[in-house]
């Protein structure tokens, strides 16, 4: 592996874009062995544009190996998993980067504060290929859009001006925050898996996984917990995912297991659209617009709901007040429509539907 990989270094040409593919379906067995000297030889050998990209044939494949070089050498990893087609893979995903448009990317949002983007860093656009960007912003209003490259090695810009930045939710993006934490997640999984457990991190993954909804390999039974909806229940689940991430850290990095847990994350960094609830889950959460919702005993309640802290107002299934209640705050409506025992969030106060 090293020895192959060094010898597609020779190939590059220092002037333009170049992609390396590399497939393997072993671990280093011959030569430099060490996943740490690897990376070390590669970096020291790689120029600055190169795009290498990974496909892990199999489940005896070292996954810490494989996507930390394509973390650190800008493109992404797959893992092709027994009886896929592994021709019709290499093919497709060679296509579509055969004809790169613009390389180096950053995307720059005059006139409001962006932070939390994703993907992170960005990666190079193709043709027939979108670049789809998710991230957050404190205040709305007017915007000027500028995406940056470089074509054949040369800069181009592209600008985009009086864009309005909504200052309020709106219905057509209500997917939006549900992208954003789905990708957000996916990369904080990655950091975790190549770089170690951070507990800022850890506390990040469960935050997002309960109030948006979004189940990882990490968090499943997080929707199981009668607490969960408290700050202290997700301090509680916090200190667990972080006791079976550092069990996690111990184990080998090849095998079924670790090539699941190294797909799901990079699945869920490079969606183009917000995770809904898998079938497994589907009777415990629903997902409402950009909210969620888990079931608790018989009653459909929101992510956001804090019973520690917020005292819900009452109101009977179908009464005057009911729809009173829903004509005053409309966003009550999806959510009330889950069924006779919900409890929603709007505005900061909480509403118990009661039969």
Do not use: C
């Not at 000297?37 to 892990?56: D, Q, T, Y």
């Not at 929707?223 to 111990?250: F, H, K, P, V, W």
């Amino acid at each position: 592996i090293n020895l192959a990989l060094l010898e597609a270094m020779t190939m590059v040409q220092p002037e333009r874009p170049t992609y390396v593919l590399f497939l393997t379906d072993g671990l280093p067995t011959e030569g430099e062995t060490i996943p740490a000297s690897i990376l070390a030889n590669v970096g020291a050998a790689a120029p600055e544009n190169l795009r290498l990209f990974a496909f892990g044939v199999g489940d005896d494949v070292d996954t810490f190996l494989l996507d930390s070089l394509t973390e650190a050498h800008g493109g992404r990893s797959a893992y092709v998993r027994p009886g896929e087609p592994l021709d019709e893979i290499v093919s497709g995903f060679y296509a579509g980067i055969s004809t790169p448009v613009l390389a180096n990317v950053t995307l720059d949002v005059g006139g409001a504060t962006i932070e939390d983007v994703y993907p992170s860093p960005m990666p190079d656009l193709f043709a027939g290929g979108q670049l789809v960007v998710a991230g957050r912003y404190r205040a709305g209003g007017p915007a000027t859009v500028t995406l940056a490259g470089e074509v054949n090695g040369q800069p181009q810009t592209f600008t985009y001006q009086n864009l309005a930045l909504s200052t309020a939710p709106t219905a057509s993006a209500e997917f939006v925050p549900r992208l954003w934490a789905t990708r957000k997640i996916g990369y904080l999984l990655t950091q975790v898996r190549l770089h170690g457990e951070q507990p800022e991190l850890i506390d990040a993954i469960v935050d997002l996984s309960v109030k948006y909804g979004i189940v990882t390999p990490y968090t499943s039974y997080l929707i199981t917990e009668d607490d969960i909806l408290t700050q202290d229940g997700r301090d509680a689940a916090s200190q667990n995912t972080l006791r079976e991430m550092e069990a996690q850290s111990t184990a080998p990095a090849s095998g079924a297991k670790a090539v699941d847990e190294a797909a799901a994350s990079g699945n869920l960094a490079d969606a183009d659209v917000a995770q809904a609830p898998s079938a497994e889950y589907g009777d415990q959460v629903r997902v409402v617009g950009s909210r969620a919702f888990v079931l608790q005993g018989d009653v459909w309640t929101e992510t956001t709901y804090d019973p520690s802290t917020m005292t819900p107002t009452q109101v009977t299934f179908g009464s005057e007040a009911y729809f009173a209640l829903i004509a005053e705050h409309p966003d009550l409506a999806e959510a009330f429509a889950l069924g006779s025992r919900v409890i929603a969030v709007s505005d900061g106060q909480a509403y118990e539907v009661v039969e």
